[in-house]
């Protein structure tokens, strides 16, 4: 499965973001999707996770309440609504893509290239 991530960019502190993540090559539906993260200088975490049909999401604990995670499994999207950004959401953000829910989370199978969210204080 190949994933182009957009929607990232410039914002100030306690704005909002939408990041999109259009899927190709495989059936979208048989893949939970996520997103993880890369600030500079520091270590790829995980963000968020949705499962095959969006019933179920999961959310580190540094974004939950502020992130939403959800897919459109007919237009083969994901999406990841940022809410009350910080100077520490600052990262690229990669989109995920794992047949299973243990992998989501930890080890996904295929990234995307990543897209920028720089968050200004």
């Known amino acids: 499965v190949q994933l182009q991530a957009s929607g990232g960019g410039l914002v100030q502190a306690g704005g909002s973001l939408r990041l999109s993540c259009a899927a190709s090559g495989s059936t979208f539906s048989n893949y939970a999707m996520g997103w993880f993260r890369q600030a500079p200088g520091k270590e790829r975490e995980f963000v968020a996770a949705i499962s095959w049909s969006g019933g179920s999401t999961y959310y580190a604990d540094s974004v939950k309440g502020r992130f939403t995670i959800s897919r459109n499994n007919a237009k083969n999207t994901v999406y990841l609504r940022m809410n009350s950004l910080k100077a520490e959401d600052t990262a690229v953000y990669y989109c995920?893509?794992?047949?299973?829910?243990?992998?989501?989370?930890?080890?996904?199978?295929?990234w995307g290239q990543g897209t920028l969210v720089t968050v200004s204080s």
């Open positions: 995920t893509a794992d047949p299973g829910l243990a992998g989501i989370s930890s080890q996904p199978s295929y």
